[in-house]
């Protein structure tokens, strides 16, 4: 796996939230995170039906398709910035605060990635829907660890799935 793709896309995530973050600032902040899966497995649902509508050239499709996958990523992100502040019972007061949760975040997914490079091949769009299912059923009953688990391993399956699908 090629570590310039993969830092390419966190880049271009961090572009994203922070774009979208001057549109929307911390509406996320009042979501429960189990809304936010919910969110993400309608992202999915959505990269489904595009795969499937016959009607849009591959091209424009797979460009919707990557687009739908950076805003699991940041979502997903958003899920470990709220873990975060849940779990060390801290106050989310600035911007660059945010930012600097979220540069910890992507230093996390990058470690993670470079340890387990192989373990992260071979995915599909069902595999992540899979996953996210697992998660909406289990994410009451798992620990911060587990949940972190999760959406670090999450993260990496989706960024190394971006990857092949380019």
Excluded: H, P
């Excluded at 796996?1 to 994203?16: G, P």
């Excluded at 460009?63 to 709220?82: G, M, S």
């Amino acid at each position: 796996m090629n570590v310039s793709f993969i830092e390419y896309v966190l880049k271009k995530c961090r572009k994203l939230f922070l774009e979208k973050f001057s549109y929307y600032g911390l509406s996320w902040i009042y979501m429960k995170n189990y809304s936010i899966i919910d969110q993400i497995f309608m992202k999915i649902i959505r990269i489904k039906n595009i795969t499937f509508n016959k009607l849009e050239n591959d091209s424009f499709k797979n460009n919707k398709i990557k687009n739908t996958y950076i805003d699991i990523v940041n979502y997903l992100i958003i899920a470990l910035i709220k873990l975060y502040v849940k779990y060390n019972k801290v106050k989310i007061s600035n911007l660059e605060y945010i930012i600097n949760l979220y540069d910890n975040i992507i230093y996390k997914i990058k470690i993670k990635f470079y340890i387990n490079k192989s373990k992260f091949v071979n995915y599909s769009t069902d595999n992540i829907l899979n996953n996210i299912l697992f998660l909406k059923k289990t994410f009451k009953k798992l620990s911060y660890y587990q949940l972190k688990k999760n959406y670090l391993d999450l993260l990496i399956k989706i960024i190394v799935f971006l990857k092949v699908k380019r």
